[in-house]
């Protein structure tokens, strides 16, 4: 039993340690950007509107999709910033990520049946409207997405979702919250903003999860056998 709970340490220690070398990396380096994003709203509204029940279901239906292997169905709700490197190993926002890279991309990540329900609790926390201040990709690089719509799409508003729930690993089980954004895109209707990746080293899943926190309760030992 001894060693069983020593080998049950050892991964959550080698679990921290990890997570922290991701955290420590800094993820995305923004490029930079000028100029305000283009959403067509009165400041007026901004921030005052109730946001639609709509919104977070979204976020959780997109989650559960991923969670399940059903990618394709998971693009569908979503806008995700696609990035190319220049000659010189620069990263550069290249329009928008298509269905096939999507899939292919958490085909080669998580398998084809996805994450094997790994999500074991989700919920939608709290959700408001983005406020002002915060419309800045520098705050949320996810919002680059926007720059790459189709002609004649227009923004009609930006929610902030908290989202949150239980992940089950191979050594642990950790709590987990974020906030993801979501857009109302007039004649797409509500789209899950994704910041995208910008090489095979920073997997999609990792950016979706990075904001958790380690649960040390007895369920972690339980998992030894006796």
Known sequence: MRQNTSFILVCVVLFVIGAGLRLASGGLSLPSFSGQLGLSLPASLAESESVPVEAGNTILDFYNAVDK???????????????????????????????????????????????????????TLDQIPLPLVERDPEVYPELLALESLPAGARVEQVYRVLVGGTLLGRCSRWDW????????????????????????????????????TLQTKREIVDVAPD
């Not at 084809?112 to 329900?117: F, I, K, Q, W």
């Not at 509500?190 to 904001?211: S, T």
């Open 69 to 123: 292997g059903r990618y394709a169905e998971a693009y569908a709700l979503t806008l995700e910033t696609h990035w190319s490197q220049t000659a010189d190993g620069v990263s550069q926002v290249d329009g928008l990520t298509t269905e096939d890279q999507f899939v292919s991309s958490l085909t080669d990540e998580l398998g084809a049946n996805g994450m094997s329900l790994n999500i074991i609790a989700i919920q």
């Open 177 to 212: 919250s974020k906030h993801v954004l979501i857009a109302k895109v007039k004649g797409d209707g509500l789209r899950v903003l994704l910041p995208g990746v910008k090489g095979p080293y920073q997997p999609h899943y990792e950016e979706w999860f990075l904001d958790r």
